[in-house]
Structure formats: C-alpha cells, structure tokens
C-alpha cells in the first residue's frame, strides 16, 4: 500500500519561512511528477508547485520567487520551502504523486492527508 504523509506545517507570522517535507513509504517502483496544492478556507484546492524526474520546475505565480520545491530521494521526495510567507498562503498543503507500484505497468495518483499552514500575525 502506497502511501504520501506531509510534515512541516504549523503557525507563522507574515514574513517567515516553513519547509514542509512529503514521506513516501509502501511497496514503490518509481516516482515520476510530484507536486504540492493547497486548500485555502472555503476555496477549490490549487496548484502550488510541481517537478518533474528531471527537477524541472514549475511554481503558482502566486509563490513564485519565495517558494523552492526540490527533490530528494524515494523516502522523503520532495520538500517546499516558502520564504516569505503572507497570510494569503494559509492552506492545507497536500503533496501528489504519480508513482508506479513494485510489480504494476501503470503509474496512479496518489495524493497525502494534508498539513495545515496558517500565516497570521
């Protein structure tokens, strides 16, 4: 069983920094794309960063310039570090992946049980 678990939220205050950090564990082939969303309060769920198997990658343009998303190993993929924060980035922050199960052909999504991060002076 494949399975994502976020850490790293907590409360800030406006212009400091979180790195949250996803653990992957269960019987894993491959990661390909992995990326971080969040909920806001009331809002749809929205892309926040992505990369690639190649470290390409993509941000919001709302966290462009003060978030780093990186990756790192099969244990531990993907971390976020936001710098900056604003009480507008307050969310659940969920990591996703596209991994490919040990023995299947297919790649699924996978999508961890959220960290809350709340941005408030």
């Known amino acids: 069983q494949v399975q994502l678990v976020e850490s790293g939220g907590g409360l800030v205050q406006p212009g400091e920094s979180l790195r949250l950090s996803c653990t992957a564990s269960?019987?894993?082939?491959?990661?390909?794309?992995m990326a971080w969303y969040r909920q806001a309060p009331g809002k749809e769920r929205e892309f926040v960063a992505r990369?690639?198997?190649?470290?390409?990658?993509e941000y919001a343009e709302s966290v462009q310039g003060r978030f780093i998303i990186c990756r790192k190993n099969d244990k531990n993929p993907i971390d976020l570090q936001m710098k900056s924060l604003k009480p507008e980035d307050t969310g659940v922050y969920f990591c996703h992946a596209l991994i490919r199960a040990r023995g299947d052909v297919k790649y699924d999504e996978y999508w961890g049980q959220g960290t809350q991060v709340t941005v408030s002076s």
């Open positions: 269960g019987s894993i082939s491959h990661l390909s794309g």
């Open positions: 990369i690639n198997v190649n470290s390409k990658a």
